[in-house]
């Protein structure tokens, strides 16, 4: 079995910040890649942030300059810290790690469950 727990969401005032945390526990024997998605209703989940163990990190536009993604190794752990928030970025967010479990298997995609993130006065 594998886990994402993800944490750190909540209701912040716009121009706020919050920092998302998500650890993946449970038999793992490499992740390639670690990042964040979301989901405000009626839309399609997307991209916010990624980063692969090599330390390339891929933002969609309209978090750049705001949003910064890093991340532990050792601890299998991303962090999403989100500042100078907006209302558009309201949203369920979603962790995302690809790896592989054992090393004769090929990596896939695991989820966490989702944290709201709401950003409203």
């Known amino acids: 079995q594998v886990q994402l727990v993800e944490s750190g969401g909540g209701l912040v005032q716009p121009g706020g910040s919050l920092r998302l945390s998500c650890a993946a526990s449970?038999?793992?024997?490499?992740?390639?890649?670690m990042g964040w998605y979301r989901q405000a209703p009626g839309k399609q989940r997307e991209l916010v942030a990624a980063?692969?163990?090599?330390?390339?990190?891929n933002y969609t536009d309209s978090v750049k300059g705001r949003f910064t993604i890093s991340r532990d190794n050792a601890k299998n752990t991303v962090y999403l810290q989100m500042n100078s928030l907006k209302p558009e970025d309201t949203a369920v967010y979603y962790c995302?790690?690809?790896?592989?479990?054992?090393?004769?298997?090929?990596?896939?995609?695991?989820w966490g469950q989702g944290t709201q993130v709401t950003v409203s006065s």
């Open positions: 995302n790690a690809r790896m592989k479990r054992y090393y004769y298997t090929d990596e896939y995609d695991y």
């Open positions: 980063l692969t163990s090599g330390g390339s990190t």
């Open positions: 449970g038999t793992i024997f490499s992740i390639n890649s």
